[in-house]
C-alpha cells in the first residue's frame, strides 16, 4: 500500500505541536509535508495555503485564535479542494470548533496530543481520499480505463476483463443494475477492439414497441408495408463494422428473439421485403439489469439465445457493493458538475460523505450523480453540507438485504437519531447528554465522532422530541 501524503500547516513558527505531529506520522508510516504561513492578518489567515500533492491537511492553529471568518475558509477550499481538513487547538472552545466543523472541516484534534489518538483518526479519515493502488493505477493508465472512477476489489475485478475481452470478437453479455455503467462498459469494449474505427450503435430494446423491432433491427425495403414507400437500413446495417449494443435485451418478443438468435447464427439477415440475405460484420453486445435463470424459466426468455449472447459475459458491481468509491466519484461529479453549471469549486463536508455512505443507492452510479449535481446547484455556499444533500424516503416495505446489514442500518439509524437529540435536549453538553443516556462520557464522544456529530444544537431537533 502507498504512503499517504499529509501535509502539516503551521500558523506560526516553531509549533511543537506541528514538530510532535510529524515526528508520529513518520512513524506511523505517512509521507508528511511541512509548510509555515506567517501572516498576521486574521481575515486572510488561511488563504496563504498552496495547493501540494496531500491527501490529507493538518492545520496547526495559533494560541490566542477565537474565530476564523467564513471567507478565510472559502479561500482555503478553493485552494485544497475535495480532501479532508484536520484542525488542531489549543483548546476546546466551542464558538471556534463549531466554526470549524460548520465550514469543512473533517475532524479536530485537541493539545495535549495522544500519539495513539492521533495516528488512529488520521488513518481513518486519509481513506477518505486513499489514492488508487498501483496496479489499479498502473493498468487504467496501460488502458486508458480512467472514466471508471473508484478501485475498490469489486470494481476492478470486473474492468480488468476489458481489454481481453475487447480483443475477441464474439458476443458479450454485461449484466448489472439500472445506473451502474453498463453502456460506459461496452462503449469501452468497442473502443479498445480492433473495430474501433467502425460505428457504435447503442439500441434501448425496452424503447421500441414490440411490433417495430424487426424493422428496427433489420431494416425494410420499400413497398414492404403500407406506408413503406422508401427503403430504410436497419440498425445492423448502420453498424457495420463496429459494434451494436442491445441494452435490455431481455425486452424483446419471443418472435424477436428468435429472429435475433438466427442472425447470431449465421451472420446474416433479411430486410423485411427483401429478396435476399445480406452477410453483416456486426460484433454484438447485450446488456441486462435482470436475472436471466428466473427468465428463462418463466418462459419470457430463451435459453438458447442467452447462451449464443453468453459467450462470455461480465457483471458491473452495484455502488452498494463499492461504497469505498464515493469519495472519489462525489469529487469527481462535483468537479464536472461545476465545469458544466459555470460554477466556483465546491467542497463537501465530512458530515454530508457519511450521509451518502448511509444510503444504499438503488439507481447506482446514475443516482448519485443526480444527487450530487442537486446538492451542488442549491447548496449556498463553497462547502457542500449534510442538510444540502435530498435523498428519497426508503421504502421499507421493499427488503432486498441481509438480515446482518439491515440491523446495522437499523442501529446507525436509532444511535444517530439518539444523540442528536440528547444533545439537543442538553444545550449541547456533552457531559450531560451522556449522563441523561446513562453512558460514560468517553464513550459517549467516541459514539459522536463514529456518527460525525457535531456537538452544537441544531434546529431540527427539539427538546419536545427528547427520548424520555
Avoid at 468497442?190 to 428496427?216: K, W
Avoid at 446474416?268 to 427468465?295: C, T
Wanted: charged share 25%; net charge positive; proline share 4%.
Amino acid at each position: 500500500m502507498p504512503q499517504t501524503t499529509v501535509e502539516i500547516f503551521n500558523l506560526a513558527e516553531g509549533n511543537s505541536h506541528a514538530i510532535s505531529l510529524k515526528g508520529v506520522l513518520n512513524e506511523a508510516g505517512f509521507r508528511v509535508l511541512q509548510s509555515v504561513h506567517r501572516g498576521k492578518d486574521v481575515s486572510g489567515i488561511l488563504a496563504g495555503y498552496k495547493k501540494s500533492d496531500a491527501e490529507l491537511l493538518i492545520i496547526c492553529l495559533s494560541r490566542g485564535i477565537e474565530y476564523v471568518p467564513e471567507q478565510a475558509f472559502v479561500e482555503l477550499h478553493q485552494r485544497v479542494g475535495p480532501i479532508p481538513i484536520v484542525f488542531v487547538l489549543e483548546s476546546g472552545n466551542p464558538a471556534l470548533l463549531n466554526s470549524l466543523m460548520d465550514n469543512g472541516g473533517a475532524d479536530y484534534l485537541l493539545a495535549p496530543l495522544r500519539p495513539n489518538e492521533v495516528v488512529a483518526r488520521i488513518s481513518r479519515l486519509s481513506r477518505l481520499k486513499r489514492p488508487l493502488e498501483p496496479s489499479v493505477a498502473e493498468f487504467k493508465d496501460r488502458f486508458g480505463l480512467q472514466q471508471f472512477i473508484g478501485d475498490a476489489d469489486a470494481l476492478f475485478a470486473e474492468i480488468q476483463k476489458i481489454p481481453q475481452l475487447a480483443r475477441c470478437n464474439v458476443c458479450v453479455l454485461i449484466c448489472g443494475e439500472t445506473g451502474t455503467g453498463k453502456e460506459l462498459v461496452a462503449r469501452t469494449i468497442h473502443r479498445l477492439s480492433m473495430r474501433s474505427r467502425g460505428p457504435f450503435v447503442p439500441l434501448n430494446c425496452g424503447a421500441i414497441p414490440a411490433d417495430l423491432v424487426e424493422n428496427e433491427l433489420f431494416g425494410h425495403e420499400a413497398g414492404a408495408f403500407t406506408g413503406a414507400s422508401t427503403s430504410k437500413a436497419g440498425l445492423i446495417r448502420e453498424a457495420e463494422g463496429g459494434t451494436i449494443l442491445l441494452d435490455e435485451v431481455d425486452s424483446l418478443p419471443l418472435l424477436s428473439q428468435v429472429k435475433l438468435l438466427r442472425f447470431l447464427q449465421d451472420k446474416e439477415y433479411r430486410p423485411l421485403g427483401a429478396h435476399k440475405a445480406i452477410k453483416a460484420d456486426v460484433r454484438v453486445i447485450a446488456a441486462s439489469n435482470i436475472q436471466f435463470e428466473e427468465a428463462i424459466q418463466s418462459g419470457r426468455f430463451r435459453a438458447d439465445l442467452y447462451y449464443r449472447l453468453n459467450v462470455t459475459s461480465l457483471r458491473v458491481p452495484a455502488l452498494r457493493q463499492r461504497k469505498q468509491d464515493i469519495p472519489m466519484l462525489v469529487r469527481h461529479f462535483l468537479t464536472t458538475g461545476c465545469e458544466e453549471h459555470k460554477l466556483p469549486a465546491k467542497s463537501i463536508s465530512a458530515g454530508a460523505i457519511q450521509k451518502l455512505f448511509h444510503y444504499e443507492w438503488p439507481g447506482n452510479v446514475r443516482e448519485l450523480q443526480n444527487v450530487v449535481e442537486n446538492a451542488l446547484i442549491n447548496s449556498r455556499g463553497a462547502i457542500i453540507a449534510e442538510e444540502d444533500v435530498q435523498l428519497p424516503e426508503r421504502n421499507r416495505n421493499v427488503i432486498n438485504i441481509s438480515f446482518k446489514i439491515a440491523k446495522a442500518q437499523s442501529v446507525t439509524e436509532f444511535e444517530t437519531s439518539f444523540i442528536r437529540k440528547l444533545l439537543a435536549a442538553n444545550n449541547g453538553n456533552i457531559t450531560k447528554a451522556a449522563n441523561a443516556a446513562k453512558q460514560n462520557r468517553r464513550v459517549f464522544r467516541r459514539l459522536m465522532q463514529k456518527y460525525n456529530i457535531e456537538r452544537k444544537v441544531s434546529s431540527k431537533w427539539d427538546k419536545s422530541s427528547t427520548p424520555r
